[in-house]
């Protein structure tokens, strides 16, 4: 039975879920994984390999953070305390666009100041994917407790006054809102605010794509982590590769540059592709972005899986021997290469060998209403709540900027985080 107050999100489909896990195994067959296949699943994940080892930053990726003194948090500006609000209508209650907030508010004790928001709108998805969602499932949180469109759109407003001008909508799956239109309109009209984008699996992006620009949204990262149809069904447990494509296409067509293309990888699954989606690259303003494969609750993640930034950036050298490293901003979480004739780059997210916390600017609001300083840490603090008890403006910024001050210089090395507890990468969003 599950939990009180969730229903079971089963990575087979939405319903209980039976005995023995999901079933998934590489197979040689284009179906998709069968809805009552109860097996136990072998493991895919063992490669002849090992995991070269870490590797030292290069020059100029390192940050090293010296603990700083920053305004306390309560440096609201005089007359510009919001009204409080009735507990019973917290959410709902009308709010008066607040002047420019302190940036301490969104500034750490090492000097950071976060100018960039996650949030993310929903915990389900229209894919399973074996990274993202534990094969026993999740157990969903009650649509009562997800934030609401106004708690989203409230929460959005404090933290772009106080000096966020980037927010990425994420999920589960954003799309599955049907009202995403509407909140990045709402959005769109916060002053201040200089991008609104989002993260999606691409499914069903294209359909709603036109709209979803007109409406304001400004950047899209669409994840694909093969090109083979194939083996989309089988790390993803569903259909629906061309549609993906379609999307990505679309994107282009609308005037995206660049459109981003996320890729975890993942040894002896998806490595050997390297080369083929380098070549997305080579006509169209597509941003190819490898991701080294991070540990989450539930994903099974290995040592060995993990393909190193210096291995997949070497093998592609090989073939690309033009590729060149571009000049990166101090909060970019990519190292970014140009190839020479290609329209397009190639990226690579190196957190579990070459860190870029020195330089994060980061924080992530779950859909439940927590806040989260660190994709890794496990530290939260739920906005929601505080909201729902009545909280006004400036008692929630306070909240806000306690959890902020907290946030710690790094995170752990990819052996501690293996083995601390997180939530699944569904739960946290994208």
């Known amino acids: 039975m599950a939990a009180h107050g969730r229903s079971r999100l089963d990575p087979r489909g939405v319903g209980a ?39 030292p930053p290069e020059q100029g990726d390192a940050v090293k953070l010296s603990p700083v003194t920053t305004t306390a948090a309560s440096g609201w500006p005089a007359g510009q305390t919001s009204a409080s609000h009735r507990p019973e209508d917290a959410s709902s209650a009308p709010h008066v666009q607040p002047a420019t907030l302190p940036p301490e508010l969104l500034t750490d004790t090492f000097g950071r100041h976060h100018n960039y928001l996650r949030i993310s709108l929903t915990e389900k998805c229209n894919l399973r994917c074996v990274y993202c969602m534990p094969s026993e499932g999740i157990d969903l949180t009650a649509s009562t407790q997800l934030l609401t469109t106004e708690e989203v759109v409230r929460i959005a407003r404090l933290f772009v006054a106080a000096g966020v001008d980037k927010i990425r909508l994420t ?42 620009k007109a409406a304001g949204l400004t950047l899209v990262n669409i994840s694909l982590d093969t090109l083979s149809a194939e083996k989309f069904e089988l790390l993803t447990r569903r259909k629906g590769h061309d549609r993906v494509l379609k999307s990505i296409k679309r994107a282009v067509e609308l005037g995206y540059d660049p459109v981003k293309v996320n890729v975890v990888l993942m040894r002896g699954v998806n490595d050997d592709e390297l080369l083929d989606f380098v070549e997305m690259t080579r006509n169209d303003p597509v941003n190819v972005r490898f991701i080294e494969y991070m540990p989450f609750d539930g994903n099974k993640w290995e040592t060995r899986k993990v393909v190193s930034y210096m291995e997949a950036r070497g093998r592609i050298m090989d073939s690309h021997p033009s590729m060149s490293r571009m000049q990166d901003g101090k909060s970019e979480v990519a190292k970014n290469f140009t190839i020479d004739g290609h329209a397009g780059s190639v990226s690579f997210v190196t957190s579990m060998t070459s860190n870029f916390c020195g330089g994060c600017n980061r924080l992530r609001v779950l859909a439940d209403g927590a806040l989260k300083v660190c994709l890794f840490g496990n530290n939260e603090v739920s906005l929601r709540d505080s909201m729902r008890e009545g909280a006004s403006d400036e008692a929630l910024m306070e909240v806000v900027s306690a959890a902020v001050g907290r946030k710690k210089a790094g995170h752990a090395g990819m052996y501690d985080l293996a083995q601390m507890e997180n939530r699944s990468m569904i739960r946290i969003g994208g």
């Open 171 to 212: 999920g589960g799956e954003p799309t599955v809102r049907p009202d995403l239109e509407d909140i990045v309109k709402q959005l769109s009209a916060l002053p201040g605010l200089r991008h609104i984008a989002i993260t999606t699996n691409g499914i069903t992006l294209h359909k709603r794509l036109e709209a979803l």
């Open 17 to 55: 879920v039976g005995g023995g896990g999901a079933g998934l195994r590489f197979a040689q067959t284009a179906a998709a994984m069968p809805a009552t296949d109860d097996e136990e699943p072998s493991d895919p994940w063992r490669p002849p390999h090992n995991l070269p080892p870490m590797n």
